[in-house]
């Protein structure tokens, strides 16, 4: 008891840690870390290299396995973070820009009519990005489409 | 050597600084300013934290400064970049753009006390003025690095913002065009924004701020109502 007076006594003076220092420490301690922290972390992040998109610069992606996509069948794909529209015809394989030249709505192979088409504005493109209809000021570019193996590529370069 | 307890480390530095640079009086004199009691409210913390976010834009522009392009053809995409690819990205260049409205109301806030509490009278008048400054520095900073995202609300919000300037008469056109670099906003225009948010604005913001700081240090600040 006389010991646990005295220590009570010793708050403040700076030579012995008693609970509450020991508290007072373990609080502001963690309170100062879990800020630097907090700020540390977004900082050191943001100053990491960042990811650089997949095949960025000219390089292709591979965007789907050949069997995904039968023909008849379109869907989009994010290449180099831009939407590409990928379709599947008796043609062959073709690839364009997905984002709509009017205004920026996300295009859709219409599999019933054989067109793409915008669900905005009802601007529809053939399957080459030739507008047919609607708003669309411009076609859909076009991108390099290439199946090897068992892999779907588009090439990144347009975007 | 059982003498007095040694001094804490921070003391210590204090005293080898003031040895040599002789400082500690008169930093004291400037530092060490109770705050007096009718000021401790919170509407006198305005000013505060107007500083405060000043602090944030700082820090958070110099971040977004790493990455972002001024180019008419690279602006956009290196947002996009910012805001897709880099850790973070989204947080810090959120944080710029909403520290960047919360300033300009906090400063507003900041003049009203000011005003309403009648602190701009003789003989702090010049302070005012030097507040004034900062007020037209904090929207100029919001003009500029409006146009900077270069989507199409920068370019049209740019557009008919600069137009105003526009409508001056007899010189309205020149100075349409110091302010653009060109009939339109073109990358021109973004460069000259770039230039004046990154460069021209900061170092004003710094003299305005250091003669206000100066300015309320050696008046102290004013009296109860």
């Known amino acids: 008891m006389g010991e646990s007076v005295n220590r009570v006594q010793d708050e403040g003076s700076g030579q012995s840690l008693n609970r509450r220092r020991f508290l007072k420490y373990i609080l502001l301690g963690f309170s100062a870390a879990a800020t630097a922290a907090g700020v540390a972390t977004p900082v050191v992040g ?11 610069g000219g390089g292709r992606v591979a965007v ?17 973070n831009k939407p590409v529209l990928v379709v599947h015809t008796q043609d062959g394989y073709h690839a364009l820009s997905a984002t709509c030249t009017h205004l920026g709505c996300i ?26 209809s609607g708003p669309a000021p411009a ?19 347009q975007g | 050597m059982q003498t007095q307890p040694r001094a804490k480390w921070w003391t210590r530095l204090g005293d080898w600084l003031d040895e040599r640079f002789d400082v500690r009086i008169p930093l004291e004199a400037f530092l060490k300013k109770p705050v007096p009691k009718h000021a401790i409210k919170w509407y006198f913390c305005l000013g505060g934290i107007t500083f405060a976010l000043f602090v944030i834009q700082g820090v958070t ?7 972002y392009k001024p180019t008419a053809t690279d602006a956009y995409d290196s947002i996009l970049f910012i805001m897709n690819n880099v850790r973070f990205g989204w947080l810090i260049r959120s944080m710029h753009a909403w520290s960047a409205k919360l300033m300009i109301a906090m400063c507003i806030a900041h003049m009203l006390r000011v005003f309403i509490t009648g602190s701009y009278k003789r003989p702090r008048e010049l302070n005012w003025v030097a507040g004034t400054f900062l007020l037209l520095l904090t929207l100029a900073f919001g003009f500029t690095g409006y146009l900077l995202p270069w989507d199409q609300k920068a370019l049209w919000g740019s557009t008919v913002g600069s137009q105003i300037l526009g409508a001056i008469p007899l010189v309205g056109d020149a100075l349409l065009g110091l302010l653009r670099g060109s009939p339109d906003v073109t ?14 604005l900061p170092v004003l913001a710094f003299i305005f701020l250091g003669a206000h700081f100066v ?6 600040i004013s009296g109860p109502l």
Not at chain 1, 46 to 56: F, R, S
């Open chain 1, 139 to 157: 076609p859909l570019p076009v991108y390099q489409v290439q199946v090897e193996g068992d892999q779907i590529y588009v090439q990144g370069g």
């Open chain 2, 187 to 200: 990358g021109l225009t973004l460069t000259r924004f770039y230039g004046a948010h990154m460069l021209v």
């Open chain 1, 46 to 56: 943001y100053l990491w290299p960042p990811k650089q998109a997949v095949g960025a």
């Open chain 2, 61 to 67: 522009g110099i971040l977004l400064s790493l990455y």
């Open chain 1, 107 to 132: 295009v859709f192979w219409a599999e019933q009519k054989g067109v793409i088409a915008c669900p905005c504005h009802a601007a529809f493109f053939t399957v080459n990005g030739n507008v047919i």
């Open chain 1, 64 to 80: 789907a396995a050949a069997a995904d996509l039968p023909v008849g069948k379109g869907a989009v794909y994010s290449v180099n």
């Open chain 2, 215 to 220: 300015i309320i240090r050696r008046q102290g």
